[in-house]
């Protein structure tokens, strides 16, 4: 996502800053809030580092259109590193849905209660949000099999799933239509851009990395990604959950990319920047 000449690399980057943008009002109430942040930071780290994404992509039916997709199977292929393929993730499919019948049973549990949203609120909440899309993508996308993935057998989790798409289409019911851009243009209107990310950038000096503002360095992901694709640019910002990254376009105007701490390596090298 990109606000300006500050572009947000990653989901969590991203939901974070359009919280800041869009403050809590009468016209958009908070999704996150002191007593369910901690209950999302949980969900989110289940989703991604406790494999219930990496699982469901190794659920991926290989008659999925996107299956046979060259282009989506060499970017896959990129994320997930030298060696790794799509295809690949079928053969340990039997292994994939006896660990996923232990994700789903773990998050059956959280509504045992009988609660509508996994953070006890009166409304979706941003924990819901890092919880649920990887169990709406696998009920409504990947087929699972109905002999262990079905209504009757987690049904508090089939029922979070339908309040979140109710939620979710009845917000976008209210929201104004986007503007669509194509890629160029989407180019030009980022270049032609000021800087979003107001104040000025802070390199933290007391950061573990012991890393100097104008450092150049190299930033990617640790949880996929990072193996064909490195950003390299001159370090602008550092703090305990974010990095800044100040980098250069063919046409010569500088571009801010910011990610997360989590998951996210940091590496000093010698070389000038690059986009």
């Given at each position: 996502m990109a606000v300006g000449r500050d572009v947000y690399v990653d989901t969590r980057m991203i939901l974070r800053r359009l919280e800041e943008l869009f403050p809590p009002s009468e016209a958009h109430p908070a999704l996150s809030s002191m007593e369910t942040a901690g209950l999302a930071a949980l969900l989110n780290k289940f989703t991604i580092d406790a494999s219930v994404f990496t699982r469901a992509v190794q659920m991926?039916?290989?008659?999925?259109?996107?299956?046979?997709?060259?282009?989506?199977?060499?970017?896959?292929?990129?994320?997930s590193g030298k060696g790794s393929t799509l295809h690949g993730g079928l053969k340990r499919r039997p292994e994939t849905i006896a660990h996923m019948r232990h994700l789903f049973d773990i998050a059956e549990s959280l509504f045992?209660?009988?609660?509508?949203?996994?953070g006890g609120t009166e409304a979706v909440s941003f924990a819901d949000l890092e919880g649920v899309w990887?169990?709406?993508?696998?009920?409504?996308?990947?087929?699972?099999?109905?002999?262990?993935?079905?209504?009757?057998l987690y049904p508090r989790v089939y029922s979070w799933r339908n309040r979140f798409k109710a939620a979710l289409d009845n917000?976008?019911?209210?929201?104004?239509?986007?503007?669509s851009l194509k890629g160029s243009a989407a180019v030009q209107?980022?270049?032609?851009?000021?800087?979003?990310?107001?104040g000025p950038p802070t390199v933290d000096p007391n950061d573990p990395l012991k890393l100097q503002e104008?450092?150049?360095?190299q930033l990617f992901p640790m949880d996929g990604g990072g193996f064909t694709h490195k950003d390299r640019g001159r370090l602008v910002k550092l703090g305990k959950?974010?990095?800044?990254?100040?980098?250069?376009?063919?046409?010569?105007e500088e571009v801010r990319i910011h990610a997360p701490r989590w998951q996210f390596r940091i590496q000093e090298v010698s070389a000038g920047p690059r986009l």
């Open positions: 991926m039916p290989s008659h999925l259109p996107s299956m046979n997709d060259e282009s989506f199977v060499k970017d896959r292929a990129g994320f045992a209660d009988g609660r509508d949203w996994v990887s169990f709406d993508w696998i009920i409504s996308d990947l087929e699972p099999p109905a002999e262990y993935f079905s209504e009757a917000a976008r019911a209210r929201a104004p239509k986007p503007v209107a980022i270049l032609g851009a000021d800087f979003s990310d107001e104008g450092a150049v360095v959950d974010e990095v800044a990254i100040a980098v250069l376009a063919k046409t010569g």
